[in-house]
Every structure is written in structure tokens, then in C-alpha cells.
């Protein structure tokens, strides 16, 4: 095809960011909609035996303690802030893929790996203005669904601007690490591997069997590298909305290491590695695929 002849410009870019962050968060949110028990027995696995909180053997046991206490519907609690959040979370980390990705590109060397992580933790401070308070209040909200009396959400936040300690920032810094170790690690994970597996294995880089294990490969390393921010995270902010914090996050890692064992910073790690190699399924298929398909419309 001449494309001197063709009334379009000549000069085509790729759809923006912005609209591969919007068809990636709304097939995002579908599979977190499917998925979101796990999410919902991730978080009271970590909150396991803990500051009074039910005890659970496995995914299971929460599953069956939870239809039996508070209905099918309670595995479902705490969906609708959940999948806000997953908005505020998902268009900056679209932004963030696509910035990264042009960096491991490029020379490493003339490039710098400090510039690779600009736009990772510019992305995550983008979502974090929006969802830490949310956050504190998604946490309770879903771990109260297996007991009763069940507070709302306004109960919560009643609670919360009780609590003399209560401040829009408690937790921030451990969220802020926590999202850029995830993002950081699934971003990397991703194109590190594929990389690997194009030189190692000489397989094509447009295979469906690449993409997959990249994917699997991604999600994996996200979930092993976040999983301990996010237990500390999880406790921690659950304390908030009781009134119980410790004084600092530090408090709260020293707990753990003082009355458990190391192994529980990985608790829910299960639940967490079922929800993310899925999610991180669709998000890079989208990411990698959108463009391609967008430009091939153009022409045609």
C-alpha cells in the first residue's frame, strides 16, 4: 500500500497510554471480579491468629468459615472498594509499563537503571494520593466479612476519626514500597524474562508460549518480592481501625520476628500468586497486543 495515497497522515502513533490503561483496568477489574475471594482469604490468612482474629489452616478453611458465618456474599465484601482502587492503581502502572519498557530498550549503560525506576515510583505516588486512606479502610472492611456484627464503612471511618493517632498518611511510606516493589518486580520479571528465553531458547518473540511464561514468570517474582510489604502492610493497617496501632510500622515487623517465625511474612502467598499471575496475564496481553491491532485498523 502507498501510504503517500492514503488520506490519513502518514505519521501514525501508537494509542496513548491512557487508552491502553483504560482497556487494561476494565479487563483488569472482570478478572478481579472473578478472582476476588482470593484477594478476600489472602488478607485474613495474614491476619491469621493475630491480635484476635479467626485462625485459618489454609484457603479452604477460610472459604468454609466464611460462607458458614456470613454467606457466599461475604467472600464478595469489600468488592466495590477494591475495584476503585484498582482504577487509581492500574492507569499509573499502564504509564509506568510503557515508559519502562522503552528504557530496557535502550543502552543500559547510556540510560541508567535509576531512570527505569522514575516512572515506577512516579506512577505508584500517582496512586497512592488516591488510595492509602482507601486502603486502610478496604482492609478492615473485608477482614470484618466472616464476623459478626459487620460494621459499614462509615462505621469504619467513624472509628478512624476517633482514633487520636489516625492521620491520611499512616502507612504511606510501607504502601509506597510495597506498590513499587510489585510494579518494579512484575514490570522486570516480564521483559527480563522474555528476554532471557528469546536469547536462551531462540524461541519467537511473537509466540503465545513466550507471552504466557513471561507473564507467569512476572506475577511469580511480583508476588515472592511484595508478599512480606504486604503482610506488614496488612496488619498494620488493620491495628489502625481498632485503635490498636503500634506506634510505628517498624513495631509492627518487630512483632512478627519477635512472636512468629520469618515464614509467616509469607502468609497468603497462595491466594496472592493465584490472583496476580492471572491479572498480570491480561494486563501485559492487553499492554503488547492493543498497539498492534490498534495500527493494523488504521490501514486497513
Known amino acids: 500500500m502507498d501510504f503517500k495515497k492514503n488520506k490519513r497522515s502518514t505519521t501514525v502513533s501508537s494509542p496513548s ?8 483496568t476494565l479487563s483488569s477489574v472482570i478478572v478481579k471480579t472473578v478472582l476476588f475471594p482470593l484477594e478476600s482469604v489472602r488478607l485474613r490468612l495474614q491476619l491469621n491468629n493475630w491480635q484476635g482474629y479467626i485462625g485459618h489452616n489454609s484457603i479452604r478453611d477460610s472459604i468454609k468459615y466464611t460462607l458458614k458465618n456470613a454467606g457466599f456474599t461475604g467472600l464478595y465484601r469489600g468488592l466495590g472498594l477494591s475495584l476503585v482502587r484498582e482504577f487509581a492503581y492500574l492507569i499509573p502502572k499502564a504509564y509506568a509499563y510503557e515508559e519502562v519498557k522503552n528504557y530496557f530498550a535502550a543502552d543500559v549503560e547510556k540510560v541508567g537503571y ?31 466479612g466472616a464476623g459478626k456484627p459487620q460494621r459499614s464503612v462509615r462505621e469504619i471511618i467513624t472509628k478512624l476519626k476517633s482514633f ?24 522486570a520479571g516480564y521483559e527480563q524474562t522474555k528476554l532471557l528465553i528469546i536469547k536462551k531458547l531462540k524461541w519467537n518473540k511473537d509466540s503465545t508460549q513466550l507471552h504466557v511464561a513471561s507473564c507467569v514468570s512476572a506475577g511469580l517474582l511480583a508476588s515472592i518480592v511484595t508478599i512480606p510489604f504486604d503482610v506488614v502492610r496488612t496488619r498494620y493497617m488493620s491495628q489502625i481501625a481498632e485503635d490498636l496501632a503500634h506506634p510505628n510500622v517498624f513495631r509492627t515487623v518487630l512483632d512478627i520476628v519477635r512472636n512468629e517465625s520469618l515464614k509467616n511474612f509469607y502468609k497468603g502467598f497462595a491466594p496472592f500468586v493465584l490472583k496476580t499471575i492471572p491479572s498480570s496475564l491480561i494486563f501485559f496481553t492487553l499492554s503488547e497486543n492493543i498497539k498492534g491491532a490498534y495500527l493494523k485498523q488504521l490501514w486497513v
Open 17 to 24: 497510554w491512557v487508552f491502553n490503561a483504560s482497556v487494561a
Open 164 to 187: 487520636d493517632g489516625f492521620s491520611i498518611t499512616n502507612g504511606l511510606l510501607l504502601n509506597f514500597f510495597r506498590h513499587s516493589a510489585f510494579i518494579s518486580a512484575e514490570i
Open 114 to 144: 535509576y531512570r527505569k525506576t522514575l516512572p515506577v515510583l512516579a506512577a505508584t505516588g500517582a496512586g497512592l494520593a488516591v488510595c492509602n486512606v482507601l486502603d486502610i479502610i478496604r482492609i478492615k472492611y473485608i477482614t470484618d
